[in-house]
T-cell receptor, first 110, second 116 residues
Framework: DAKTTQPTSMDCAEGRAANLPCNHSTISGNEYVYWYRQIHSQGPQYIIHGLKNNETNEMASLIITEDRKSSTLILPHATLRDTAVYYCIAYNTNAGKSTFGDGTTLTVKP | GAVVSQHPSWVICKSGTSVKIECRSLDFQATTMFWYRQFPKQSLMLMATSNEGSKATYEQGVEKDKFLINHASLTLSTLTVTSAHPEDSSFYIC????????????FGPGTRLTVL
């Protein structure tokens, strides 16, 4: 898997959009960008993934730059329950396994 | 919806004993499951890939004789920590692909192992 780089921590006000960046400058053409989050002492939870196009689901939006070297996860209206560690993974289908980086600790504040 | 369960949620054992952790896929079958370990304030580290009906594939640096993995059915994988020592105390998490045709993972809730 390509290496991903994320800020260590971020704060966000409740009700505002949370924009979490991820750099994956060495991503290859067949690697997907996956986002998971982990709330304290729980297993990770899938959020969203994409290859080239921007994606949106009920949880979040994923914006991938045209050169695919970076992406941004957007939580449109952050709540206190969105406080978690967010992991961005460049997933190689051929490798068949996920390598987690250090992630971003997002703290949503009232 | 489909989920992955783990049992037990937490376990405390004496040094030198063995501990078995179960990972079950509920409502779906998983020919492959993954085992991770997570130390406090650290990220998840992949330990091994569990393959139904065949041997597990271990990541570099993970002792296969210490961390025994058995994937005996399409819904159950077990991780046995043999001769556990305090340094094996950690949060163990399993995952399984949501479907055969996808790489998206369902993760279990994790098992907290404390070795005294």
């Amino acid at each position: 898997d390509a290496k991903t780089t994320q800020p260590t921590s971020m704060d966000c006000a409740e009700g505002r959009a949370a924009n979490l960046p991820c750099n994956h400058s060495t991503i290859s053409g067949n690697e997907y960008v996956y986002w998971y989050r982990q709330i304290h002492s729980q297993g990770p939870q899938y959020i969203i993934h994409g290859l080239k196009n921007n994606e949106t689901n009920e949880m979040a939006s994923l914006i991938i730059t045209e050169d695919r070297k970076s992406s941004t996860l957007i939580l449109p209206h952050a709540t206190l329950r969105d406080t978690a560690v967010y992991y961005c993974i460049a997933y190689n289908t051929n490798a068949g396994k996920s390598t987690f980086g250090d992630g971003t600790t997002l703290t949503v504040k009232p | 919806g489909a989920v992955v369960s783990q049992h037990p949620s937490w376990v405390i054992c004496k040094s030198g004993t063995s501990v078995k952790i179960e990972c079950r896929s509920l409502d779906f079958q998983a020919t492959t499951m993954f085992w991770y370990r997570q130390f406090p304030k650290q990220s998840l580290m992949l330990m091994a890939t569990s393959n139904e009906g065949s041997k597990a594939t271990y990541e570099q640096g993970v002792e296969k004789d210490k961390f025994l993995i058995n994937h005996a059915s399409l819904t159950l994988s077990t991780l046995t920590v043999t001769s556990a020592h305090p340094e094996d105390s950690s949060f163990y998490i399993c995952s399984a692909p949501m479907a055969e045709s996808t790489d998206t993972q369902y993760f279990g809730p994790g098992t907290r192992l404390t070795v005294l």
